[in-house]
């Protein structure tokens, strides 16, 4: 039988559980799992010293809770680990106004990833000489937006990328500007998974110049013979969410040997070394991330004995958390509506369980596309009360018209979970809103950062007119109030069925 083309995941195709076996208390917080300030008082869970129903009710659900205290504790402990680098936050994973301000506000720098990103950092205030642009197809624009802005790095991509700088940059310099500065991305054939990293020859991807080929080399030659260019050192980045610091010391090695070949080349020796983002985190409560001080002892040990070994000096280390800073420290919370009970088979064999409950909530795959397009795995509890009902395998789905459209694949919740409860799904910080769509024109929700018992929206909720704006048509038009998936006045928080 051929498959969907979109792949099993598109399909009604019902998987085995993966559950495991039920924990013994199923409305516990993982401290690794859970932001710092989750507890719960009374049963309900508290976030940043607030119930979560009081979230809730003032602003509506689907809601990202972001703790304050926990994403600048964790940006604070990567720059305490890296004292003698620089940490550059990967605003890909979740960006905003009030973000771009905490990282300025807290010495780190900032990496972007589009021009858009770059624009929304500098309307917020970033310092230009903090910021690295990333891209594999930057365009003109952007790139002109770089220039002018005067940011610390192009971190160039490809050699159209050079083509396209090279006249940019020269106009900069003939204006009395200074040369532009570039980081080449090498690709240096490690490619790093959550548990394990393969290091081979070839790099079939769309990212950076190829160590193998000599392209990388190559590009540094081409960068260093420009004027109008200053070529400030290399950067590779393996993947993302890794656990194992194997993979960054094996990348540390080879670009390492890159800086050996730039200057066997040219007699440069290069100033800066960024080895990248992918530090993983605790998704589930079996994941056991690396610290950053861990990290950075490894990478500092690896990088002093390849340049003892070339006979050059210690370049100047950066590194670039995104989901190691922005994803433990938010939870999105939603709202129960629909439970159904699905049996998995006529009969199982003993100890497998014949029926799955699925949980719809007010949101899914346009919050959090993570399940959908990763696989990623998640855990969520009852979060408005306690229960000691009996554990129930559930799976919980958002409301798209998508049968992929998966938040929490397996896991046990109180067989009592009812519509009206909230359900609170951890470690939503980074790729969950930043990556959010208005798929079946569901509207983005908030983010409101809590911290000490208050909280801030540091993100409105979309409204059905911000979509309406957009369209030739309806621009202009009321839309319906209150708009579909907008919280009513008092919401239903613990309605009973
Ligand atoms: C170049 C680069 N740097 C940093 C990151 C951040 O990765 P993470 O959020 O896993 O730390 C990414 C993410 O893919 C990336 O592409």
């Known amino acids: 039988m051929r498959a969907h083309p979109a792949g099993p995941l598109h399909g009604n195709i019902q998987q085995p559980s993966a559950a495991g076996a039920p924990p013994s208390d199923l409305g516990a917080l993982d401290p690794h799992v859970w932001p710092r300030s989750a507890e719960r008082i009374d049963g309900e869970l508290h976030l940043g010293g607030l119930p979560v129903t009081d979230l809730a ?14 994403f600048r504790g964790r940006a604070a402990d990567f720059a305490s680990a890296f004292t003698d680098a620089d940490v550059h936050y990967a605003s890909k994973a979740f960006l905003c106004g009030q973000v771009a301000r905490w990282i300025a506000d807290d010495g780190l720098h900032l990496d972007a990833c589009s021009g858009n990103e770059l624009s929304l950092a500098l309307a917020a205030g970033f310092p230009a000489g903090r910021i690295a642009l990333h891209g594999n197809n930057k365009s003109l624009v952007e790139l ?8 610390a790095h ?30 080449i991305r090498a690709t240096v054939g490690i ?69 050996g070949q730039v200057h066997q080349a040219t007699g440069e020796v290069l100033d800066e070394l960024n080895l990248g983002g992918g530090f ?55 709202e129960i509506g629909t439970i159904k009970p699905v049996r998995l088979g006529a009969s199982g064999a003993p100890g497998t369980p014949l029926v799955r409950n699925y949980v719809s909530v007010d949101g899914g795959m346009s919050d959090n596309i993570r399940t959908a397009l990763y696989d990623a ?55 969950c809103w930043s990556m959010a769509s208005n798929y079946n024109y569901l ?18 909720r979309q409204t059905l007119s911000d979509v309406f704006a957009l369209d030739a ?25």
């Open 154 to 183: 192009v971190v160039v991509d490809s050699f159209d990328e050079i083509d396209r700088l090279v006249p940019l940059a020269a106009a900069r310099v003939a204006a009395g500007g200074t040369p532009v500065p570039l980081l």
């Open 57 to 70: 009710r003032t602003h509506g659900t689907p809601l990202f809770v972001l703790d304050e205290d926990d």
């Open 377 to 431: 795995n998640y855990t969520c509890v009852l979060a408005n009360r306690i229960s000691d009902a009996p554990p129930a395998l559930c799976r919980v789905v958002g409301k798209h018209c998508e049968s992929g459209d998966i938040l929490v694949r397996d896991l046990w919740l109180p067989s009592d979970v009812q519509p009206g409860d909230l359900l609170a799904v951890a470690a939503t910080g980074a790729y």
């Open 443 to 460: 509207l983005k929700p908030p983010v409101v950062a809590v911290r000490g018992g208050s909280a801030a929206e540091i993100i409105r």
């Open 280 to 334: 993983g985190i605790a998704y589930l409560a079996e994941d056991d991330p690396v610290s950053p001080r861990d990290v950075a002892g490894k990478l500092r040990t690896v990088i002093a004995a390849e340049c003892a070994q070339l006979g050059l000096p210690v370049p100047r280390l950066a590194v670039e958390p995104g989901r190691a800073i922005a994803g433990p420290g938010t939870v999105t919370l939603y």
């Open 144 to 151: 002109q937006l770089a220039v002018d802005a005067g940011i």
């Open 191 to 259: 490619e790093a998974h959550t548990h394990e990293f393969i290091a081979t020859a070839h790099e079939d991807q769309k990212f950076g110049f190829s160590l193998a080929t000599g392209d990388a080399l190559t590009a540094a030659v081409r960068v260093i013979r420009e004027p109008a260019l200053h070529l400030a050192g290399l950067h590779s980045h393996i993947g993302s969410q890794i656990f194992d610091t194997a993979g960054f010391e094996a990348a540390a090695h080879r670009v390492v040997g890159l800086l």
């Open 473 to 497: 048509v309806l621009a202009g038009e009321a839309a319906p109030s209150p708009a579909p998936s907008q919280p009513a006045p008092e919401h239903p928080v613990g309605a009973q069925r």
